[in-house]
């Protein structure tokens, strides 16, 4: 069973920055796309980024310019640097395999403040 682990998260004012980080079982990790992805209060789940085994990298536009994820293969480890915070960005974080599987972490709540 796949393990992610996300952390990095936190309370912070609006146009202020956060690294999540997320890590993830060697196979798991070294053989599939990554991606970030978030849950805000009373919305659902939705995809922001993801990055290919080699690290091409495809965003979503509300995310786009301000966000950019990265990934370490052999650490087993991804990035998603946040600038530029928004309020509306406040939700939990998720990392998961392009497309997810089952198997969601526990996110890592993240809070901007206007």
């Known amino acids: 069973q796949v393990q992610f682990v996300e952390s990095g998260g936190g309370l912070v004012q609006a146009g202020e920055s956060l690294r999540l980080s997320c890590t993830a079982s060697?196979?798991?990790?070294?053989?599939?796309?990554m991606g970030w992805y978030r849950r805000a209060p009373g919305k659902r789940r939705e995809w922001l980024a993801r990055?290919?085994?080699?690290?091409?990298?495809v965003y979503d536009a509300s995310v786009k310019g301000r966000f950019t994820i990265s990934r370490i293969n052999a650490q087993n480890t991804m990035y998603l640097q946040m600038d530029n915070l928004k309020p509306e960005d406040t939700a939990v974080y998720y990392c998961n395999t392009i497309p997810n599987n089952d198997y969601w972490g526990q996110g890592t709540q993240v809070t901007v403040s206007s």
């Open positions: 060697g196979n798991t990790f070294r053989s599939n796309d």
């Open positions: 990055v290919s085994v080699g690290g091409a990298t």
